[in-house]
Nanobody, 128 residues
């Protein structure tokens, strides 16, 4: 099972930017679709973005489309989330997740229960 470690969170002013990273262990990163989710205090974990195993397909939650960009580097076993134009409501713990889709499925999903591996999360705090 792949293991995931997020980094890059921090405190940023509204309107600012961060680049979140998620490093995966193992040598088969390219068979995993990857997702980013977030959870604010008192709220359920929600979908942010996902990317297919090849990087050719990406999907975003409506609330972040146009401000956030998900990408991946399979040679580095890393997925990124560039977060721009941050708003106070973006403050949350951000988690990356991995779903083994095998060598031919180039899709990703917004459903958290379809991801088997999760990182420990990285905190994003936005000051207004």
């Amino acid at each position: 099972q792949v293991q995931l470690v997020e980094s890059g969170g921090g405190l940023v002013q509204a309107g600012g930017s961060l680049r979140l990273s998620c490093a995966a262990s193992g040598r088969t990163f390219s068979i995993y679709a990857m997702g980013w989710f977030r959870q604010a205090p008192g709220k359920e974990r929600g979908f942010v973005a996902c990317i297919s195993r090849s990087g050719g397909r990406t999907y975003y939650a409506d609330s972040v489309r146009g401000r956030f960009t998900i990408s991946r580097d399979n040679a580095k076993n890393t997925v990124y989330l560039q977060v721009n134009s941050l708003k106070p409501e973006d403050a949350a713990v951000y988690y990356c997740a991995a779903r083994n889709v095998g060598p031919t499925d180039d899709s990703c999903t917004f459903r958290p229960n379809e991801y088997a591996a999760w990182g420990q999360g990285t905190q994003v705090t936005v000051s207004s």
